[in-house]
């Protein structure tokens, strides 16, 4: 019996010896499991953080060189916007210089006009002396014919009566004269009331193109002072990724200097309304691109994170089972094994460190999920400010591109309705011109009827007096024989029938004079009608020019403030997308 309690003890000891050389071993394998596991973990942490960096380093070079495509295709399409922009002002310089020339035509007109009516003037003035002269002779005529008989006095009163029809269809056409004349008065008047509406039409338009001017300058002013306090932010903000820039600062200075290059390139331009669309679109094209890079950045933080989860679960299954496993044993040995029982409460220890080592790393990995997700948050609302500023940007420019537009149009229409006027008033100028040359035909017409009557009169005179000298001494010695006592009387009538034609025929040219003189007045307010408008024309073609180059300097100004809004944004977006 006492040999086999030796030996049973022997057993036990060879068990136990065994059971213990068994659990260093399980111990070892699990230590070298795990830092097999920890390696592993930093193998690939390192893999993944290398290809991060090449992913994120590929991207920068891929941004910049769509930036430099884009900034490419930028000045391209600034040099086609200010070759239509000097076309359309060498169409405008074109368009001014045909209105110089139609009023350089209308001047010569209006100096031709002037000539031709002094060399009328001339004429009138000479018939005018010429009639004065006749009507002198006939006055000497009429005096030395004071002693004709009563058979003169009878044919006399019956030439009275025709001359006094004579005068009497005279006056009735210069009636007719007088009344054309104002017709034709009241017709220019109203075309001159036309042309007044018409200039101030062309002044209000002006005023509303000034004022529209001033606006869009206030708006280029608030938009500047807007675009001011977002370069203000994203300056803050990039102050706060400051240390992490330090290895890309070098690469970002190249890109400015380039971009600055570039900018200083597009300062020529003189209309960037299509330019502000496709940089509009090329920002949200940049910010789609952000917000797809950073949506990549969410789904591997994800599958980061659903890979450390299903890591810790697997460990914590392996830590179950362990556990299970040692407790088993444990019960199965707690009554032989007091020692056993001290290194699995070592073990435990060290599986509770390695579990608060696990909940560490997952807080830490916690910490840096939350701070990639406020990093991705914050993105997300610049960019959403950036957008909304761009589509405001956008809307704004294009509601000033079509203010210009239709601004030009009837700019246009303006000028197409001044020359349309400027011919309808040459036409009626010419009409004028056409019916004061006939009236004038008319009356040199009239004036040498005159002339042939008073020859013809005067012809008879002269045979008259010729044929009634001899019948008047022929009576005279009668009367002298017989003497008659109303022969003074007889004298004194006969005067008095003479003088009653003088009378008669000063007044007929004192319509006519009258009638001079008011054709003359008529030209002369029509030689002054015609100066003012054309002076008007000119102040209307001045004030023009000057609202056109007012409009292409606020267009300049308005330009090269938005190439510096552009210029600005494309810093503050490169800046953003490198943080």
Request: aromatic share 2%.
């Amino acid at each position: 019996m006492p040999a086999k309690k030796g030996k049973g003890k022997k057993e036990a000891a060879g068990k136990s010896s065994a059971e213990t050389a068994r659990l260093t071993q399980l111990r070892a394998q699990e230590a070298e499991a795990e830092r097999f596991l920890r390696n592993e973990n930093e193998r690939r942490q390192r893999d993944e953080l290398e290809e991060r960096i090449t992913f994120l380093r590929d991207e920068q070079v891929r941004a910049l060189r769509e930036k430099d495509n884009r900034l490419g295709e930028l000045t391209q399409h600034l040099k086609r916007v200010t070759a239509a922009k000097e076309e359309e002002q060498a169409a405008y310089e074109l368009q001014i210089k045909q209105l110089s020339n139609a009023q350089e035509v209308f001047l010569s007109e209006n100096s031709l006009s002037k000539v031709e009516m002094d060399e009328l003037r001339v004429l009138v003035q000479k018939e005018r002396t010429s009639t004065a002269m006749q009507l002198e002779q006939l006055r000497e005529t009429l005096e030395a014919e004071r002693c004709a008989s009563n058979d003169d006095r009878q044919r006399l009163r019956a030439q009275a009566c025709e001359a006094l029809a004579q005068a009497e269809v005279l006056r009735q056409r210069l009636q007719r004269m007088s009344e054309e004349n104002d017709f034709q008065e009241r017709s220019f008047n109203l075309q001159r009331r036309e042309m007044e509406k018409d200039l101030e039409k062309a002044l209000a338009t002006g005023k509303a193109l000034r004022e529209a001017l001033d606006e869009r300058d206030a708006d280029g002013r608030k938009n500047v002072a807007l675009l001011e306090l977002l370069n203000a932010q994203l300056e803050a903000d990039t102050r706060r990724h400051e240390t992490e820039m330090v290895a890309e600062q070098e690469s970002t200075r190249r890109a400015k200097e380039d971009a600055d290059r570039l900018a200083s390139a597009c300062t020529a331009a003189h209309e960037a309304l299509d330019k502000v669309r496709r940089g509009a679109q090329e920002a949200k094209q940049s910010a789609d691109a952000e917000l797809h890079e950073l949506k990549q950045l969410m789904e591997q933080v994800r599958f980061d994170a659903e890979y450390l989860r299903r890591e810790l679960d697997t460990l914590n299954a392996e830590h179950r089972e362990a556990a299970e496993k040692a407790e088993k044993k444990a019960q199965a040995l707690q009554a032989e094994l007091q020692q056993t029982q001290v290194e699995l409460e070592a073990a435990t220890k060290e599986n509770e460190e390695v579990k608060s080592l696990l909940l560490r790393k997952e807080r830490e990995h916690f910490d840096k999920v939350t701070f990639l997700n406020a990093q991705v948050s914050n993105g997300r609302t610049t960019t959403a400010q950036l957008r909304e500023e761009v589509q405001r940007l956008r809307d704004h420019h294009e509601k000033d591109r079509q203010h210009y537009e239709s601004s030009n149009q009837k700019a246009t229409q303006r000028l197409e309705s001044h020359i349309a006027a400027e011919k309808d008033r040459n036409q009626v100028k010419h009409s004028y011109d056409e019916a004061v040359l006939a009236e004038t035909d008319a009356l040199k017409r009239k004036v040498s009827g005159l002339h042939a009557q008073l020859a013809s009169q005067k012809e008879e005179f002269e045979q008259l007096r010729t044929s009634k000298d001899d019948e008047i001494a022929r009576l005279r010695g009668i009367l002298d024989v017989h003497f008659i006592p109303n022969r003074k009387d007889a004298e004194v009538a006969r005067e008095s029938v003479r003088s009653d034609a003088v009378f008669l025929l000063k007044e007929e040219l004192c319509i006519l004079e009258e009638k001079m003189q008011q054709r003359e007045k008529v030209r002369e307010e029509t030689e002054a009608m015609l100066r003012s408008r054309v002076a008007d024309q000119a102040d209307v073609i001045a004030a023009l020019q000057l609202d056109l180059k007012q409009a292409q300097l606020g267009g300049n100004e308005s330009m090269r403030a938005l190439e510096k809004e552009i210029v600005r944004l494309q810093k503050t977006l490169e800046m953003h997308q490198i943080a």
